[in-house]
């Protein structure tokens, strides 16, 4: 089965522009792996960002935006706030089956 | 509202089963697909199987090796999964959830349904 890759950890600074990203070991990602973002806070669920590579559910945050970029799904956040603060992962698709990327932990600080 | 309620969690021995429940409730359970999602103490999230809406097709993720088997029941709105030979690492946060629905005129819609998750504890 495919290894779905993101950074482990990034941070950023209040206020600051960071981009996640998430590769396929399969190739590039494209829209038909319909990449899905979620967000997940201690002790929650998690909860879709974006979905279908650059679409967001009505309680997305304008911040949030999603893209294909260099060969992966991108998920660029301008403006973090310390809310934004989480653990992020990427889901890709392959044919009915579904893998989640191993997370990247955001620090806003 | 929309809920995902699951239940059947808990401690269990190594090699043995447990069967998972998710109760829906407050959109039309039959024509959403339906995902089981896990989540070990500190760590990542796991895909691990998805169900379609009338059945007919289910998914798994190779990791689970035929031990775990996703079915449904429409007319009680629930999702099950059985999980059979447990080993330590399935101990996990268990999570029901639908990411897609489908219309009456079977076009797709994106939603964000999740459960709150159900802990599974495989130990001696």
């Known amino acids: 089965q495919a290894v779905v890759t993101q950074e482990p950890s990034l941070t950023v600074s209040p206020g600051g522009t960071v981009t996640l990203t998430c590769g396929s070991s399969?190739?590039?990602?494209?829209?038909?792996?319909?990449p899905y973002w979620f967000q997940q806070k201690p002790g929650q669920a998690p909860r879709t960002l974006i979905y279908?590579?650059?679409n967001k559910h009505s309680w997305t945050p304008a911040r949030f935006s999603g893209s294909l970029l260099g060969g992966k799904a991108a998920l660029t956040l301008s403006g973090a706030q310390p809310d934004d603060e989480a653990d992020y992962y990427c889901?890709?698709?392959?044919?009915?089956?579904?893998?989640f990327g191993g997370g990247t932990k955001l620090t806003v600080l | 509202q929309v809920q995902l309620v699951e239940s059947g969690g808990g401690v269990v021995q190594p090699g043995r089963s447990l069967r998972l429940s998710c109760e829906a409730s407050?959109?039309?359970?039959?024509?959403?697909?339906m995902y089981w999602v896990r989540q070990a103490p500190g760590k990542w999230l796991e895909w691990l199987t998805a169900?379609?809406?009338?059945?007919?097709?289910?998914y798994y993720a190779d990791s689970l090796k035929g031990r775990f088997t996703v079915s449904r029941d429409n007319s009680k709105n629930t999702l099950y999964l059985q999980m059979d030979s447990l080993s330590t690492e399935d101990t996990a946060v268990y999570y029901c959830?639908?990411?897609?629905?489908?219309?009456?005129?079977?076009?797709?819609?994106?939603?964000?349904?999740w459960g709150q998750g159900t802990l599974v504890t495989v130990s001696s």
């Open positions: 169900i379609s809406y009338d059945a007919s097709n289910q």
């Open positions: 399969t190739g590039p990602v494209t829209s038909a792996h319909y």
């Open positions: 959830a639908s990411l897609i629905g489908r219309d009456r005129s079977d076009n797709y819609y994106d939603v964000d349904y």
């Open positions: 889901m890709l698709s392959y044919t009915g089956a579904k893998v």
């Open positions: 407050g959109f039309p359970f039959s024509r959403h697909a």
């Open positions: 279908g590579s650059k």
